[in-house]
DNA sequence: ACAGACCGCGCC
DNA sequence: AAAGGGCGCGGTCTGT
């Protein structure tokens, strides 16, 4: 076990002070000052790794890097985790908010944002504690830790909470290492792409060449009035107007519509996309010298998955991934777990069927030959059927298939779904806790069950009723495998950064470092003579992963290395 | 003028 | 019989 040590900032300036812990959280020395926060962090890495333990590693841990912290305690970030497993939910997870609640104060709103002027990123603002006036920061930090190590212990599976604590925490300190360093992007690269698709660059506010002709090309194929294909409404008209009553104007319905138009506005969309969501004022607000630096949010989905606050970090179209090109003598590890929600599913579940597929390498391509008489595509759309709730169309069958097969994966799913349509909740297997339904759903529910049939275009509550209650299910099916996914996925950011940091340095001091994560996906950049090296570190991380969240399964979450220079070269 | 709902699409 | 999970973002549209 680390030696744990709380740890508070000055509010202004560069000091801090600072607290020994036993592992219970007991004090295990008294409260010390330092002048220099950074140095004592420093010191106290060299000579014992410790365990940090602060209120938020967003608003501490930036002011500390480049310097690195092996490992933490983040007290807003476990705070929520431990409510939700006890049953508590959307609480504020301000440190002051937990103090509050520990000593039976009324809990201060949690005004994070609100209040932030928008010329700065969130992660740079000063430590918003929000504790009362006059309360001492380090000991609300202490007392709110030994606090959280109490809960912790109290789960109902104390070592996955524990290890859920801590991954998580680890996952804060990758997060704002990675926007520190930033994935490298190059903004020529990016250039080029853009004026291929959208003609050369325009001032800012003009639409490009290319996409105003095909904007013009479509009013044309309508009949020449003025149309603004940006309008559902007027799609929608025009085409009405051509003969074609149209649902709506997504993209896979204009695939079927026989009609020059069609076309048109299918290229229209997707150069519009391209220019509005990533080109020239993108690249002007969130890729600036060299480097793409999102914000990530830990925990920003419920599930467990990060979030990401602008630049759409997570959201990187396939088109554009050319730009994301390693410095010169570097080279980019890109990694990804296939097929890692199914396998979730075969460790989660103990089928042994299904444990068998996903003892391959290619789990869909065991289980056609399993179950579905080779055919792959199949395998999948049913898997992906079982694991959405997916029962239309042509999935209905094969979802029969899968059940008399891998009985008990289905029933694992099938009881997650009905839980959730129960109004109960669900938990990962690190015991991450879904959300209770809402207010409108139990009055929904309520309303359902007495029976009522107050009649609408929804149709009768008892309608409306099961429709909610079946999406819930759908919710509580997936949120089971996405968010063990999301475990093993932090597990594996928490292992990797620690053998990274054993990596290297060169001759200049460079390392590898992570650069991008994506739900399943990791990206390193790496000095090209510790490349191998690093893709070992991945594959390696992903096996610790596997174990120390599924303990032993003979299920494989395979992560393949790709060393490459550009991202794009990758798959 | 602004806020929030809705749409549709990018990613997993 | 039918029933598709999770996000962020920028666009229009609607209500105030």
Redesign the pocket.
């Known amino acids: 076990m680390a030696t744990r040590i709380a740890l508070v900032a000055d509010p202004d300036g560069p000091g801090g002070r600072f607290q020994r812990l036993a592992d219970d959280g007991s004090p295990a020395g008294p409260p010390e000052r330092t002048a220099d926060l950074a140095a004592s962090v420093a010191a106290a890495e060299a000579r014992e790794r410790p365990r940090w333990v602060w209120a938020s590693t967003d608003a501490l841990y930036p002011r500390l890097l480049p310097l690195r912290a092996a490992r933490c305690h983040d007290l807003a970030l476990v705070e929520p985790l431990l409510l939700a497993h006890e049953g508590h939910y959307g609480h504020p997870r301000s440190l002051g908010a937990a103090w509050a609640r520990l000593h039976g104060l009324a809990v201060p709103e949690d005004r994070r944002e609100s209040a932030l002027p928008d010329d700065q990123p969130t992660l740079f603002q000063p430590d918003r504690l929000q504790l009362p006036a006059g309360t001492d920061p380090l000991r609300a930090v202490v007392e709110v830790h030994a606090d959280q190590q109490r809960r912790i212990a109290a789960a109902e599976h104390p070592d996955r909470m524990r290890l859920l604590a801590a991954a998580e925490s680890a996952g804060a300190l990758a997060a704002a290492e990675m926007a520190y360093e930033g994935l490298p992007w190059r903004a020529d690269v990016h250039d080029e792409l853009l004026t291929g698709l959208l003609g050369p660059r325009p001032p800012a506010g003009v639409q490009p060449q290319l996409l105003a002709e095909v904007a013009a090309e479509l009013q044309q194929a309508f009949g020449g009035r003025p149309f603004?294909p940006?309008?559902?409404?007027?799609?929608?008209r025009a085409f009405a107007e051509q003969g074609f009553s149209?649902?709506?104007?997504?993209?896979?319905?204009?695939q079927q519509v026989d009609h020059p138009a069609a076309a048109l506005m299918?290229r229209y969309?997707?150069l519009?996309?391209?220019?509005?969501?990533?080109g020239w004022?993108?690249q002007e607000?969130w890729a600036r010298g060299g480097r793409f630096r999102?914000?990530y949010?830990v925990g920003?989905?419920?599930?467990g998955?990060w979030?990401?606050?602008?630049?759409?970090?997570?959201?990187?179209?396939?088109?554009l991934?050319g730009a994301v090109v390693a410095d010169p003598g570097w080279s980019l590890v890109v990694a990804?777990?296939a097929q890692?929600?199914p396998r979730v599913l075969a460790a989660l579940s103990g089928d042994a069927g299904l444990a068998r597929a996903a003892a391959q390498g290619d789990l869909y391509e065991a289980l056609a030959a399993l179950a579905f008489g080779g055919d792959r595509a199949r395998a999948k759309l049913g898997m992906?059927?079982a694991?959405?709730?997916?029962?239309?169309?042509e999935?209905?069958p094969l979802?029969a298939v899968l059940r008399r097969r891998f009985p008990t994966a289905m029933a694992y799913v099938e009881a997650a779904a009905r839980t959730g349509e129960e109004g109960g909740v669900v938990r990962s297997h690190l015991g991450r806790t879904c959300p209770p339904p809402s207010a409108g759903w139990q009055d929904l529910a309520g309303a359902g069950a007495a029976g009522a049939g107050a009649e609408d275009d929804g149709g009768s509550d008892g309608d409306r009723a099961?429709?909610a209650a079946?999406?819930?299910g759908?919710?509580t099916?997936?949120?089971v495998i996405?968010a063990s996914a999301a475990d093993w996925a932090l597990a594996l950011l928490a292992a990797l950064r620690r053998r990274l940091a054993e990596i290297g340095p060169d001759a200049t001091g460079g390392r590898p470092h992570l650069v991008f994560f994506?739900?399943?996906?990791v990206v390193v950049h790496v000095p090209t003579q510790y490349a191998d090296a690093a893709a070992a570190a991945v594959a390696e991380a992903g096996e610790e992963a596997r174990h120390l969240v599924f303990g032993a399964t003979p299920v494989r979450m395979p992560l393949e290395a790709h060393v490459v220079e550009c991202y794009a070269d990758a798959?």
Not at 230 to 236: A, F, G, I, K, N
Not at 272 to 278: F, Y
């Open positions: 603004n940006d309008s559902h409404v007027q799609v929608l149209l649902p709506s104007t997504r993209s896979w319905v204009l299918l969309k997707e519009s996309r391209i220019h509005t969501a990533h004022a993108w607000s999102p914000e949010v920003g989905v419920v599930s998955r979030a990401s606050r602008g630049g759409g970090a997570l959201q990187i179209p396939r088109m991934r990804d777990a890692l929600e992906l059927g694991m959405y709730g997916q029962t239309s169309g999935v209905g979802l099961v429709r079946r999406a819930r759908r919710f099916r997936n949120f996405q994506q739900h399943d996906e798959k």
